[in-house]
């Protein structure tokens, strides 16, 4: 990131700085979300920069006044979030400043993020194309009675330490690329319920404190019984309380059972992605253990 961390843009009447976002206040990033009306604590933020890499915009003064952040799974894949622009500045460039001193950094990588509305044009303008809708489930959870447990034949359990190799190895399979940093360090901060068949982790669900409340991600199985089968431990531990799950999924049991616990879709989102030329692009699974719920917005 280094040499570039000294170049100047006139924005409007306004001279902004590129920073590498690890120097900034965390407080000021957090005033950058709330800006734009994002949900996220301090600790969020702590934990995406802990993770990612990237750049803040910073005005005369060192007030940051926009971002973009790129979080590396291994090394030719990418995900990319955290692009703000304060309101006051928006539509003069600084998403596009940033964007692209983003996409230099992740040369050779296939990129994914998933893209607000506000930020489609951003995008599209940049060769990102749309893969599939995010339904951002959340509100206060209550679990009902007639909901089955678990699958015939399979144990649900709480995961322990030992499960983490199984549950990156499920996550790497349904995501379509191998994440065991990030899996590692979000399975250390999570309570996790796991699906096993004759022993083997068959599918699993993790949940953190985020945002709001608590959010569960990722969930991965193999169908949407599975799939409420891992979920449905989080619901009835947060009875009362604000769940958060962000899911491709739309119709079936799956896409039913979350407005019935509390969890209706809030907003939309899209995920996009960007691929290398002439090498082939890593997808989510669509068969065998899928992605459910999606670690994050920010993470995909
Ligand atoms: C999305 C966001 C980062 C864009 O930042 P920005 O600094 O306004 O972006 P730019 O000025 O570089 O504009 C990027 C493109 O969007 C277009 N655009 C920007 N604001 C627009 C608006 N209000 N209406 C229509 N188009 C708009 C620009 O014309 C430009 O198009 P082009 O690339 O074809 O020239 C900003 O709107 C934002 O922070 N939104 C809230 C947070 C968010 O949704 N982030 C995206 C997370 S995925």
Redesign the pocket.
């Known amino acids: 990131m280094g040499g570039q961390a000294s170049e100047c843009k006139i924005i409007d009447s306004f001279e902004l700085r590129i920073a590498d976002i690890g120097s900034v206040d965390i407080e000021q990033l957090h005033a950058l979300s709330m800006s734009?009306g994002w949900p996220l604590r301090a600790e969020d933020l702590q934990f995406l920069r802990e993770f990612g890499r990237g750049y803040a915009a910073l005005d005369e003064i060192g007030r940051v006044t926009?971002s973009a952040m790129w979080f590396p799974h291994g090394e030719d894949f990418a995900t990319i979030?955290m692009?703000?622009?304060s309101p006051r500045?928006?539509?003069?460039?600084?998403?596009?400043?940033l964007m692209q001193h983003v996409l230099s950094d992740c040369r050779g990588r296939d990129l994914r993020?998933?893209?607000?509305r506000?930020?489609r044009?951003?995008y599209d303008?940049l060769g990102f194309q749309p893969v599939k809708t995010v339904y951002q489930c959340q509100g206060i959870v209550r679990l009902l009675d007639e909901i089955v447990i678990a699958p015939e034949g399979a144990i649900l359990r709480q995961l322990r330490p030992a499960d983490l190799p199984a549950a990156a190895e499920l996550d790497a399979h349904a995501f379509g690329v191998a994440r065991n940093v990030l899996i590692g360090k979000i399975f250390a901060q999570s309570v996790g319920y796991g699906l096993f068949r004759d022993g083997e982790l068959a599918a699993f669900s993790l949940c953190r404190r985020f945002g709001r409340g608590h959010v569960v991600g990722p969930v991965v199985a193999a169908d949407d019984g599975e799939a409420i089968a891992v979920v449905r431990p989080h619901v009835a531990q947060h009875e009362g309380s604000f769940l958060r799950l962000d899911t491709h999924c739309t119709g079936g049991a799956f896409a039913g059972f979350l407005p019935r616990v509390g969890m209706p879709v809030f907003d939309t989102?899209l995920t996009m992605s960007l691929r290398r030329e002439g090498v082939e692009a890593k997808a989510a699974a669509t068969a065998g253990a899928v992605t459910y719920g999606l670690a994050s917005q920010t993470l995909g």
């Open positions: 734009v926009g979030g692009v703000i622009t500045l928006q539509a003069n460039g600084t998403g596009q400043w993020l998933n893209a607000t506000a930020s044009r951003l303008s989102v």
